[in-house]
């Protein structure tokens, strides 16, 4: 695996440790491009036909990513000062990656200062699918304090099925919805839930060590 040349029709890579790569090849637009990498310090990709694909980066100084490292577009100045990330229709600002950071897209903003305190909210949409048909996006309300021990969650927003979360780790965490109930008290060892979508109710006292659960869904009768 230490040096690899890969050709596939018009596409081709070659890497060396997965440090130095160089590929190139044509995007889905016919567009072509050659990409440059000297990980993690130099990243660059030129195109001949399409200058909008174009972008150099020299980490962690200044620079710009385009479909690289799981994002559309990154773009970061004396990384980890700041960092702009969009995936989608989501932008983050980043200001001290990973400790603070800005969020908003498409009916949707949010701000966290982890692992201290944060809050995101997003509100229900219609969208239309790949076949044409217009379904409604879920909206949702998240915030928490003193990750990950603090947690409150609405979700489903504007579906027939929302569902409150709440969580004060290690004293409790419960959920309520149209289909589920369930309490845990000392989490994770004794929980009660009634699941009316699978039909049955169960007791976990302490999990997982005792647990009963009556039901057309699912019989279990545990001491272990």
Known sequence: PLLTRVQYGHEWRW??????????????????????????????????????????????????LKNRLWRDEIHFVMFPLYSETGKKDVVTDNYLFPFVDVRHGDGMHGWHVWPLVGAEHKIAML????????????????????????LSQDNGISTDNPEQFRASIPLYVYTRSPQLDSTTVLWPFFTWMDNRSKKYREWQMPWPVMIFARGEGKTTSRVF
Do not use: C, M
Request: aromatic share 22%; proline share 5%; charged share 10%.
């Open 15 to 64: 890497q060396l440790f997965q440090l130095i790569s160089f590929s190139g090849g044509q995007e889905s637009n016919e567009a072509d491009k050659t990409r440059h990498t000297l990980f993690p310090f130099y990243f660059s990709q030129r195109s001949a036909t399409d200058t909008n694909l174009n972008y150099t980066a020299f980490f962690p100084f200044y620079g710009t």
């Open 127 to 150: 969208h239309t699918n790949g076949f044409g048909d217009v379904e409604t996006v879920p909206g949702y309300n998240h915030s928490y304090w003193l990750w990950p021990f603090h």
